[in-house]
């Protein structure tokens, strides 16, 4: 056999793996069962629309982040619902592709009459959907996708992000990066909208840090044999960062350790390389890796709280039920979670009732301040007015012996940045 088809293979017996969810095919909804309904009597239920690649490249991350929807959704009905009235959940599958994903989103608005909107996990169908949510005055409530220019250049003000972006990760991560790893950086990214915008902010900060960038490497995604674009990393530099996400994030780990090029290099990167569900399928190979995220599933200190605890027991019972290796909750799971929490809180302070209100609910989130507890276990966050871009505390970790290892600790304070976004009429 071949180096390609050995890489070949084991990506895709390491994709199963990792995918080994079941399969939700097709674009249509679905109404996730409400047990409490029958609680509510005759109340209107808000109905919550979820778009997830729930198939296809991202469906590993789409399943997980639906069970943060989940589990706020559940929390919300057990607890009373939202001023007396029920959250129903319909969910669509995006099958990660941008044409899909915009018809689901058509579906949700104009057949389902959803109410508002959270999810979204690969950006260019944020982007692909941001139109429908417009036309139709929606808020969404962003789950997961991290292109910057959501919150910057292609703003929207139907359109909020209840978690931290690649500007704001750069700017906490890159002193660290620079003062105590290496002056010098090689970038790979997935070359695609996330992965290009996340390479030119942490180009950016560290450059502005003292360091340097001596090269970038964009490679497509779903590419199994990365081999033919690693070959072309070579020079004298410290560090190889990373951009990926999923099974790519699991390909380059992988074959970037059988080439040598992780002891040659530092490796660091983006949360998104060694979310905790990758963790097993990448074994020895992430050891010594260094990266920043929102959720790491450890308790060092800060993390030592009730309120972890809490969200960290509920969800591995669910995704235990859905994966039988028991994988640990993830970024993904948090970042839904709390975006649910986060609309809850603005449809409380607006009175929400209905598409005619989506307006109050827009002025009801910008500037929105969350608090650390059950709703928001991973600690007080804003999300700011002018570009509804939130900010929280950053951790900064290095795997060892297969788990965290949490290094520093950075403020949500210290990791904003100028707004950048005009909104259009």
Known sequence: MSKTDQNTQRAALTRRSVLGWGAVGGVATMLMPSPWRAAFGAAKPYKLGCTQPLTGVAASGGKTALVGVQMAVDRINKAGGINGRPVDLIVADDQSKPDIGRRAAEKLVTEDNIDFHVGGFLSNICLACTPVWEEHEIVIMIGVCLDTTLTTSKCSRYTFRNFDFAPA????????????????????????????????????????????????????????????????????????????????????????????????????????????????????????????????????????????????????????????????????????????????????????????????????????????????????????????QAFMRELVYEIGDGTYHVRDVIPWQQTVVPPACHFTA
């Open 169 to 388: 990760q750069a700017k906490a991560f890159a002193p660290y990066l620079v003062n105590r790893l290496g002056k010098r950086w090689y970038i790979a990214y997935a070359d695609y909208a996330w992965g290009q915008s996340t390479r030119d902010a942490y180009a950016a900060d560290i450059k502005q840090n003292g360091g340097a960038v001596v090269g970038t490497l964009g490679i497509p995604l779903g590419t199994a044999d990365m081999t033919p674009f690693l070959a072309k990393i070579s020079g004298e530099f410290d560090g190889l960062f990373l951009i990926f996400f999923g099974p790519d994030a699991i390909n380059i780990v992988d074959q970037s350790y059988d080439l040598g090029l992780t002891k040659k290099y530092k490796l660091a990167g983006d949360g998104a390389v060694a979310t905790s569900t990758q963790l097993p399928a990448m074994g020895k190979k992430i050891e010594g890796f260094v990266g920043i995220d929102r959720y790491v599933p450890v308790f060092d200190k800060p993390l030592d709280t009730p309120y972890l605890h809490a969200f960290f027991d509920d969800a591995r019972a669910r995704l235990k039920k859905i994966d039988p290796s028991g994988p640990l909750p993830d970024r993904y799971v948090q970042s839904n979670f709390e975006s649910v929490n986060a609309l809850k809180l603005g449809i409380e302070k607006s009175g929400f009732q209905g598409r005619d209100d989506t307006p109050k609910l827009i002025a009801a989130l910008e500037g929105l301040e969350m608090k650390e507890g059950p709703d928001f276990p991973t600690g007080d966050k804003v999300l700011r007015k002018e570009d509804h």
